[in-house]
């Protein structure tokens, strides 16, 4: 369920998964295939892990790799589930067809 504000959304971000709604920045967002597809593999990752599960991995994996690259930025992009989302994101069929835990595949780096 898409919901729209900008309050719950980080700033410099676009969007933010919080199951079971996709939070976006402004309205006209919701138009982009792209943005909503990255999102919706977040809900999927929520979903394997049990939810709060995920929340506990990828903030420890954030600290993991802030410790390994020295910046929030490159942090955030190396974490395993940003790095499928990324990667497949353009893939509007990839839902259809992803392997359960496909996260993990991201993990080594």
């Known amino acids: ?31 982009n295939k792209i943005l909503v597809n990255h999102e919706k593999i977040h809900l999927k990752q929520q979903i394997e892990l049990l939810i709060l599960p995920f929340y506990v991995w990828y903030v420890l994996e954030f600290f993991i790799r802030l410790l390994q690259y ?15 989302a990324y990667v497949n994101e353009k893939q509007l069929e990839y839902l259809k067809n992803r392997p359960f835990w496909a996260f993990l595949k991201y993990l080594s780096k």
């Not at 700033?11 to 079971?20: A, D, H």
């Not at 020295?70 to 499928?84: C, D, H, M, P, Q």
């Open 1 to 31: 369920m898409i919901r729209i504000s900008k309050h719950i959304v980080p700033k410099g971000y676009t969007g933010i998964t919080l199951f079971p709604f996709v939070f976006l920045k402004a309205v006209h967002l919701k138009n």
């Open 70 to 84: 020295k910046t929030w930025r490159l942090a955030y992009v190396n974490i395993s589930f940003e790095r499928e």
